[in-house]
């Protein structure tokens, strides 16, 4: 039989493409959509979710769902938008940045059809010629993005995750540099997310707003703080950590997203009014897009409810013991584990409050993830070039949806593996000491 004949790149294009694609295989790095027919999809109801960001299973709940349909159907309007916001200012698009500007306690509130765009609108706009923007090494892409489109693209920096001492050497270095930081005539941006979605990491913000203003003192230090992991978890319900710590008036913007725990989709920015208005006028990611549908509208409306009427405080409660009684459960088990098979990172175990995302750090991502996907129970692998090299983990996201013999099967099956792990180790190294003998 003649061997299946190679196909060649119609052009150059192609091949190029094609090559990277290939490099990313060979490397064990190529994303793909994960198989919806498969046993680790998000709609298999049979798993146990330790993956998705839905940390209050809002997704999931009875009374979202009633409130959001009884909603749908005593409104005008429930379908597309029919524009940009510039076009089409919809009315139910204002009143609930109304809504959303009252229960923040902020001066003014804008909505952005994702956290993305909220992010790149921002960042790509509002730092001025000659500005400077400084980020935690772990921040968003999406913050990245907005930078790289921006004026100050060949003036930022970043510094050590959750460092001070790095943030602070930074601002000295940058003070010294640059004379107009000095004197207020140009300004410094910091951004910074208060809950970090890969390690669980929470942004020492008072240490951040302390250092900015005793460094900044003509108040051209900004701050801001994107909320997408803690919306609806901390604070006064659900309001987030900048509320949570009082912290409101020390910030620029906050960006609470809709996706994770409020099982909606969009993102508010929460700003001062000088700043919604240059964004209305310069954030292209607001301007060149049609607004959010009214269904999205209405679906980020009820789950607010959820947060005013005390529900998600509850959840929330709930889900953070859940968090505790995990890391109280595994820790002690790890003692004998070696680091390389299984960890949990010093900072996480001993974070208070605690953090619903905990990443269990391991040479062995992959292998531990199926272990735990054949006995139903979903928590993913997590590695480079999402994480940094050696930083490989399965992140368990947990839910106020899992119960706790959920979370005693997921510290058993990752134990069971761990032992596997240490057990074939073992007998390995005996096999090379008796090949030796
Ligand atoms: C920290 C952070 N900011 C912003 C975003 C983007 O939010 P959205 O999903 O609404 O686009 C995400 C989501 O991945 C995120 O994790």
């Not at 798993?47 to 749908?72: H, M």
């Not at 529900?311 to 390389?340: E, G």
């Not at 928590?379 to 119960?403: E, F, Y």
Request: charged share 20%.
């Amino acid at each position: 039989m003649s061997k299946p004949r190679k196909i060649l790149p119609q052009s150059s294009l192609e091949a190029q493409v094609l090559a990277a694609l290939q490099s990313r295989q060979e490397r064990g790095i190529l994303r793909r959509l994960p198989d919806p027919t498969s046993l680790s999809s998000s709609t298999n109801t049979n798993l146990v979710d330790f993956n998705s960001n839905d940390y209050l299973s809002l997704a999931t709940s009875l009374n979202l769902r009633a409130r959001f349909i009884q909603k749908l159907q005593s409104a005008q309007d429930i379908l597309g938008s029919g524009g940009s916001r510039l076009l089409v200012n919809g009315q139910a698009h204002s009143a609930l940045e109304a809504r959303l500007a009252q229960f923040f306690a902020s001066p003014a509130a804008i909505l952005f059809n994702s956290g993305f765009d909220a992010n790149v609108g921002f960042f790509s706009c509002i730092p001025q010629i000659g500005d400077v923007v400084v980020y935690d090494e772990y921040i968003h892409a999406s913050v990245h993005d907005g930078i790289r489109a921006s004026r100050a693209r060949g003036a930022h920096f970043s510094f050590e995750h959750n460092s001070l001492s790095s943030f602070k050497e930074l601002l000295k270095k940058l003070l010294s540099e640059r004379p107009e930081l000095q004197t207020g005539q140009s300004s410094l941006f910091v951004a910074v997310e208060s809950l970090y979605s890969m390690d669980g990491t929470f942004a020492p913000l008072e240490g951040i707003v302390h250092i900015l203003e005793d460094y900044f003192p003509q108040s051209n230090g900004f701050l801001i703080v994107d909320e997408a992991h803690a919306t609806g978890i901390y604070g006064l319900q659900g309001r987030g950590r900048v509320a949570e710590l009082g912290l409101e008036d020390k910030v620029l913007a906050r960006l609470h997203t809709f996706g994770k725990a409020l099982a909606a989709t969009g993102a508010v920015l929460l700003t001062k009014p000088f700043i919604r208005d240059y964004l209305l006028n310069y954030a292209r990611s607001l301007i060149y897009t049609t607004s959010l549908s009214h269904a999205n509208i209405i679906a980020a409306d009820s789950s607010f409810d959820m947060l005013i009427d005390g529900t998600a405080q509850k959840l929330s409660r709930h889900l953070l013991d859940l968090s505790r009684y995990f890391l109280d459960t595994l820790s002690p088990q790890l003692r004998d584990v070696p680091m390389h098979i299984l960890a949990l990172p010093v900072e996480i175990q001993h974070a208070s409050p605690p953090s619903p995302i905990i990443p269990v750090m391991t040479t062995r991502p992959r292998p531990l993830s199926a272990y735990l996907m054949q006995r139903g129970l979903n928590a993913r692998p997590i590695t480079w070039p999402t994480v940094p090299k050696g930083k490989d983990r399965v992140r368990v996201c947990l839910h106020a949806g899992n119960s706790q013999g959920d979370v005693d099967r997921l510290v058993q099956g990752m134990m069971e593996w761990a032992r596997g792990e240490m057990a074939h180790d073992e007998a390995a190294v005996r096999t090379v000491v008796q090949s030796k003998l």
